[in-house]
């Protein structure tokens, strides 16, 4: 990164929930929800600050009405099983809440170029009854010890309903290969504001530990990030492997004019420096409804560690 790069500044304008991949043959790819919830676009560099004006190709669009036809959210690119996937979330216009996650699978090598064709919903296991049932979204996906994990907020509940994190493992890009399991729930008051969520999952591995981070409250200035830790050699699939830390990692800073931070990604700069890519407001007062209003901007952190754990500081 250029020395005089702002970190904690918008980086990419109106672009919520960015995800950036970096590629084995090193570039990055780019990808977050427009503000019109239409569309899935994509931009490739070769570095991260390269990224900011970079073409923007939309490689999916939105279907007319049914499935897909409505609040296109969320989506992020993966290379795993020797394949390009988008995971993402999307309504139908007959009913926009009706959220469920789906999954696009590129027809070649290059996701910039090659066509992309719609795998459909994510299909659960066979003896789960329950996932994506309900209001479903924020996949993401990583592995460990040879496995591929899938990670997704779902809502269960009456009235408002809560937001938990689950999480199973896969078996193929589009294909689940255990029943679901309760990672996080929101216990505590920084996760209950406006609703009670837990959403936005992402995922770091490092030191013999994984950390998966999230977000949590609604989607205003009281959006922060909190953490779970593993150890990577734990059964990932047993609630009990993971801890939850009491307090959130990120949270808003009117020193630095950064409010809601969250639902992020990980990725590395041309330097081998860990960043922190997440979306945030610039301002407190938001007109009309904070879903709909587009000022959250992609935002770059450099983090460090502490204690062998990740250590987010706006400085």
């Given at each position: 990164m250029d020395k005089n790069f702002e970190y904690n500044k918008p980086w990419i304008l109106q672009r919520a929930d960015p995800y950036v991949y970096r590629h084995t043959d090193g570039k990055y790819y780019f990808t977050a929800s427009v503000p019109e919830y239409d569309k899935i676009v994509l931009r490739c560099g070769e570095t991260l600050e390269g990224l900011k004006d970079a073409k923007e190709v939309?490689?999916?669009?939105?279907?007319?009405?049914?499935?897909?036809s409505k609040h296109i959210w969320a989506p992020e690119?993966?290379?795993?099983?020797?394949?390009w996937y988008i995971?993402?979330?999307g309504g139908e216009v007959e009913d926009i809440w009706k959220i469920r996650p789906y999954v696009l699978e590129c027809q070649?090598?290059?996701p910039m170029v090659d066509p992309w064709i719609e795998k459909g919903k994510m299909t659960r296991a066979k003896s789960d009854e329950f996932s994506f049932e309900a209001f479903s979204l924020d996949a993401t996906v990583f592995e460990n010890n040879g496995d591929w994990y899938y990670i997704w907020a779902e809502k269960v509940g009456v009235g408002k309903q809560i937001s938990n994190l689950y999480i199973a493992r896969m078996e193929n890009g589009y294909t689940l290969a255990t029943d679901q399991v309760l990672l996080t729930t929101p216990d505590y008051d920084w996760e209950r504001h406006g609703f009670w969520?837990?959403?936005?999952?992402?995922?770091?591995k490092?030191?013999?530990k994984i950390f998966m981070t999230y977000s949590a409250s609604d989607t205003g200035i009281?959006?922060?990030?909190?953490?779970?830790?593993?150890?990577?050699?734990s059964d990932l699939l047993d609630p009990l492997s993971w801890h939850k830390s009491r307090q959130p990692v990120l949270a808003s800073s009117a020193e630095?004019?950064?409010y809601g931070p969250g639902h992020n990604s990980f990725t590395v700069d041309e330097e081998g420096n860990d960043i922190l890519v997440y979306h945030a407001r610039t301002e407190t007062e938001i007109i009309g409804d904070p879903l709909y209003n587009p000022n959250r901007h992609a935002m770059l952190m450099k983090f460090g560690w502490k204690d062998g754990r990740p250590d987010f500081n706006y400085d």
């Open positions: 939309e490689v999916w669009h939105k279907h007319e009405s049914g499935p897909m690119i993966h290379f795993l099983f020797g394949k995971y993402y979330a070649g090598p290059d969520v837990n959403e936005g999952p992402a995922v770091i490092r030191n013999g009281n959006y922060c990030m909190g953490m779970l830790t593993a150890d990577e050699d630095h004019v950064v």
